[in-house]
């Protein structure tokens, strides 16, 4: 079933939609109130939406009429099967993946498409496809379908893919237009994708480049045009208030950079999984990036709304984004009123990475960074805030991301009655050598690199490792932003000289921060049923080159 198809089927089953639509579906009357000079029906997000889907779907049914019977004609012809051809299996079509051998699929028919890169006219979109099949994609873009491109594809026909690998592509397109990513992230899962850093590369920038910054997605990414992206804050109670912002709009308030790091709150889980099974992605080390975050301040945002920073007791802003699961429902989360207000909490709502535009995989063309909390909480293709007495409502919010102590069960968690986490504990890894490497010291000692982190805005102020399990241990030297504790949210990367000693060392590390909190050095007394805030020392074995 295809994305479109889905969201017409739920934009009209009502205990479908999401409580959100106050957010989207606004009143005309209040809103030529205060937008007189602009046209109702141009802004209306959600009208618009289902307009287009209808449209749309009514366009492609007419053409598909039209045209039925000679794309099926077109279809027994492309990617079927070539007796004359030799047959490949997936998984070496797979390993052609770059522009010196691009290979892709198509039905049965496998190609080498190399030579063509350069004059795809739609740039570098194809490379999404490299070493997989363009049916996904060529179900979103339509205008393939000819019997021009088929011939064109046949021309670089080279073999046939083999019949054991060959796979129904009908229900992908709502991936087609993902982002392409680079080649040298950590997958941990393809659809959606999500993908770490390697950890060489997390030592080797203070600040991560965007390419190589964690990718954790939930849903497919959202095609967002940010010259057409509207926020709209809603203020509920009393004089319900409602403030509608394009992103040039958006950028008229007081422009501010913060540096901070947005863990997710799973980094390291695959290590508490070792001491029993927990459920989430199998993060190791590298769900943790640091950037330099542009945009403005939420506090900024809301005040210019009407909201008050002296009636927070009890208020939540729940933060919604375009990322839309297969029920129609858009992620969301929420923090507390009184932290989205704390001048020195610094949440901002970001337009820049690094002083470039945000990327599609990072939230293209407005996110939220919350420093200090999980970076669920940092939700990105920001489109909808509402402040109100209740927390967002969302399966995310309301049954993830939670803290459960170590004798609770999945048989007796109560997810509705525990904290949400809002912050995140001290932490740190060893990233240069990676565990199982072979190591030649130089001079007699090991070079060994990391970072650490904490949240809430504390400050790194001790790194110390051991290579003795903890009975002496050798502080580390410390590269760290200059914002001071309590608005410190930036990483620390750390390096340390350690004298080589035997064939085996086994490397220990952990952290300290500014309001002194310690890691603990074991999993077993954190361990909790979703892995997360998994923190305890660090621990790998490297073979030392004698």
Known sequence: MSLRTISIRNLFRQKKVFHFTPCIIQSQKQYEDRYSNRSWKNENISVGLLASLILGTQLTENNDNENKQNESELHQQAGAKRPDLPTYRAEEVSQHNNERSFWVTYKQGVYDVTSFLPSHPGGEQIYNAAGLSVEPFWNVYGMHKTKEIYELLESYRIGNLHEDDLVDHSDEEMWAKEPFRD???????????????????????????????????????????????????????????????????????????VRAALMCAGNRRSEMNLVKPVKGLSWRTGAIGNAVWGGVLLRDVLLAAGVSDKDTEGKHVTLMGADMDA??????????????????????????????????????????VVPGAPAVRSVKWLQCIKVSSEESPSHWHQRDYRSFGP??????????????????????????????????????????????????????????????????????????????????????????????????????????????????????????????????????KVNVEQ
Not at 202 to 211: L, S
Not at 488 to 499: A, E, K, Q, R
């Open 327 to 368: 029920t129609g429902t858009y992620f969301s989360t929420s923090i507390p009123l009184s932290h989205a207000l704390d001048e020195r909490a610094r949440v901002l709502l970001a337009t820049s990475m690094n002083g470039a535009p945000l990327t599609k995989d990072h939230g293209h063309p407005l996110r939220v």
């Open 183 to 257: 080649k040298r992230l950590c997958v941990k899962t393809a659809r959606p994708f999500n993908a770490e850093t390697p950890p060489a590369e997390q030592v080797r920038h203070f600040d991560t480049p965007a390419e190589l910054f964690y990718v954790r997605q939930h849903m497919p990414v959202p095609d967002l045009d940010g010259s057409c992206h509207r926020l709209t804050v809603l203020v509920e109670g009393e004089g319900e208030r409602r403030l509608q912002l394009s992103v040039d709009e958006l950028n008229r308030f007081k422009r501010q950079e």
């Open 407 to 540: 004798s609770v069960s999945w048989e007796t968690a109560d997810f509705p009655s525990a904290p949400p986490v809002y912050s995140l504990p001290v932490t740190s890894a060893v990233c240069s050598p990676e565990d199982g490497d072979t190591v030649r010291p130089r001079r007699g000692a090991l070079h060994v690199q990391g970072y650490a982190y904490s949240g809430g805005g504390a400050k790194i102020i001790r790194v110390e490792v051991s290579t003795d399990r903890g009975a002496t241990w050798r502080e580390a030297r410390l590269r760290s932003d200059s914002a001071p504790p309590r608005e410190h949210y930036s990483w620390t990367l750390w390096d340390v000289d350690l004298p080589a000693a035997g064939p085996q060392m086994e490397i220990w590390v952990k952290a300290t921060d500014s309001n002194f909190n310690a890691q603990p050095e074991n999993f077993r007394d954190i361990w909790n049923i979703r892995g997360i805030l998994s923190n305890a020392y660090h621990k790998i």
